[in-house]
């Protein structure tokens, strides 16, 4: 995910056993090219690159490096990483922190202290949990991301896009930051083990192993079933989820080939980028290595997702598996009865035929399958 919860992976304690790593989706800047035999405990994505904290305490990086930010600091004691739009942060063992990367927004300048336990980033921002269960936020606030909410019953954080996420000792959750893409609307509730922000949408995980989503997208987003999972991502337009046999399901948007599911291996540890993915997977045969997880795409399992009135809408450009983000005008915009993401534009003939979706830039396509 190009944001990812705090990974408590220290190489003694951690309960995390070393694995290995693999990559799939965008792949313009080398980010799913990952180094191999790194023992890596934990990952986290960032937008373009990405970032691993190995067995021993140190830290690997690759991927897109214009500004440094796959230049990992030297030492061996390290904790816990959290890889942002376009920096990185780490936790020492001792509970301090370090930042590098671009700091257009003093999102590199880390506040002085040693008793975090914690982090987070976002794409300009990032946030840390005390040792207290006190938060604390820096770097771009210009839609109140770094402005924490009192208190210190907070368990978890995750930075997102321009919104952040934390999780109270009783098991509900709290938002801050941008408002308009429903991402404020937290689900209700005190059966939360885990929250996971992404640029423009969230997961929560529940007590029961079902997964929560919300903000862009998630009234006409298909999220997979079951109520068997261990662990979330929330990346750009897509998420990961874990499921406890040791299966990862990538779903949402496909623009580039960034969902599907891995079989063949035990993953342990998942981490959503913008458009890419990174996993940590234990071999099933701990003898030896496998080279390769295999994905298979997922398909929507329910092809009236996509209907009007019992008629289904005639979508242009079926390719391979790519899967449709309804997005577009204005906040609460409704198209054909579906509330569409704002920023976006999409293309219809008026009564029931949707025939593109592009993004805020007007040149990428949003898909649509089924």
Same mark, same amino acid.
């Given at each position: ?70 230049? #990992?600091?030297? /030492? %061996?004691? *390290?904790? =816990?990483?959290? $890889?942002?739009? @376009? &920096?990185?942060?780490?936790? !020492?063992? +001792? ?90 609307? #937290?689900?209700? /509730? %005190?059966? *939360?083990? =885990?929250?996971? $922000?992404?640029? @423009? &949408?969230?997961?929560?995980? !529940?007590? +029961? ?96 997702? *996509? ?64």
């Amino acid at each position: 995910m190009m944001v990812a919860l705090m990974h408590p992976a220290a190489a003694e304690g951690s309960g995390t056993a070393a694995g290995y790593l693999y990559s799939w989706g965008n792949n313009a800047n080398n980010q799913t090219v990952y180094p191999d035999d790194q023992n890596p405990v934990a990952v986290s994505t960032g937008a373009f690159h990405s970032l691993a904290l190995r067995s021993d305490g140190r830290l690997v990086a690759w991927g897109d490096d214009t500004y440094g930010q796959t230049q #990992v600091p030297d /030492g %061996n004691d *390290f904790s =816990a990483i959290a $890889a942002g739009g @376009y &920096h990185n942060i780490a936790l !020492r063992a +001792n509970g301090s922190l370090v930042g590098w990367g671009r700091n257009n927004f003093n999102q590199t300048r880390v506040p002085a202290g040693n008793d975090y336990i914690a982090i987070s980033s976002g794409v300009w921002h990032s946030v840390a949990l005390r040792s207290d269960h006190s938060l604390v936020a820096w770097g771009n606030n210009d839609y109140g991301q770094t402005d924490v909410p009192p208190g210190n019953d907070f368990i978890a954080v995750s930075a997102g896009g321009c919104h952040s996420l934390a999780l109270r000792t009783d098991g509900s959750i709290v938002a801050w930051g941008q408002t308009g893409l429903h991402m404020e609307n #937290v689900p209700a /509730g %005190n059966d *939360f083990v =885990a929250v996971s $922000a992404g640029w @423009y &949408h969230n997961l929560a995980l !529940r007590s +029961n192993g079902s997964v929560t989503g919300w903000g862009m997208g998630y009234n006409s987003l298909p999220m997979p079933e079951g109520n068997d999972y261990s662990a979330i991502s929330a990346g750009g337009y897509h998420g990961i989820l874990l499921r406890n046999d040791g299966v990862a399901i990538a779903y949402g948007w496909n623009r580039y080939d960034q969902t599907g599911e891995i079989h063949g291996v035990d993953v342990r540890d998942v981490a959503a980028g913008y458009t890419h993915n990174v996993i940590l997977y234990k071999p099933l045969d701990n003898s030896k290595k496998d080279t390769a997880a295999v994905i298979h795409p997922v398909r929507s399992k329910n092809p009236d997702m *996509f209907a009007v009135n019992g008629e289904p809408l005639a979508i242009e450009d079926d390719v391979s598996p790519r899967i449709w983000v309804n997005t577009p005008l204005s906040p609460g915009h409704r198209i054909f009865g579906y509330e569409v993401p704002w920023g976006c534009t999409v293309v219809h003939d008026g009564k029931n035929k949707i025939t593109r979706v592009y993004g805020p830039d007007r040149k990428e396509i949003f898909w649509a399958y089924d």
